[in-house]
């Protein structure tokens, strides 16, 4: 299993979305986060902004999916054809194990499920 940390631009949000919705990844975690990249922020007139408004998705896929996912949100989230400074960047993490809280079921990445006695 993979998580795949996507932080993109607040307007892309909707696109991105939208498109794992219709690839058939409905499940995913949405936060708002500040931050800055090769660009250190923005410069308008005599002020600087250091911190810049994105939002982060999360979604677990298997790994087979990883590259296919991958592919949609930098459709969705690019800016243009060619993309431009601040678009985001995704994160690939291997996950080592899942727990549904409400059946207490882990799960590993193999597709192993074991019910948790609590």
Do not use: C, H, W
Not at 47 to 55: C, G, L, R
Not at 62 to 87: E, H, L, M, P, S
């Amino acid at each position: 299993m993979i998580m795949v940390r996507s932080i993109v631009r607040p307007e892309k949000v909707d696109n991105v979305l939208s498109a794992l919705m219709e690839a058939g990844f409905p499940g995913v975690t949405k936060m708002s986060v500040v931050g800055r990249g090769k660009q250190r922020g923005i410069k308008i007139g005599e002020v600087t902004y250091d911190e810049i408004p994105k939002e982060m998705l999360l979604t677990m896929v298997n790994d087979k999916d990883k590259d296919f996912v991958v592919k949609t949100v930098i459709k969705a989230a690019r800016t243009g054809d060619k993309g431009a400074y601040g678009d985001g960047k995704i994160f690939i993490i291997p996950v080592i194990e899942v727990y549904t809280i409400s059946s207490g079921v882990k799960q590993t990445p193999d597709g192993e499920i074991e019910e948790v006695t609590i």
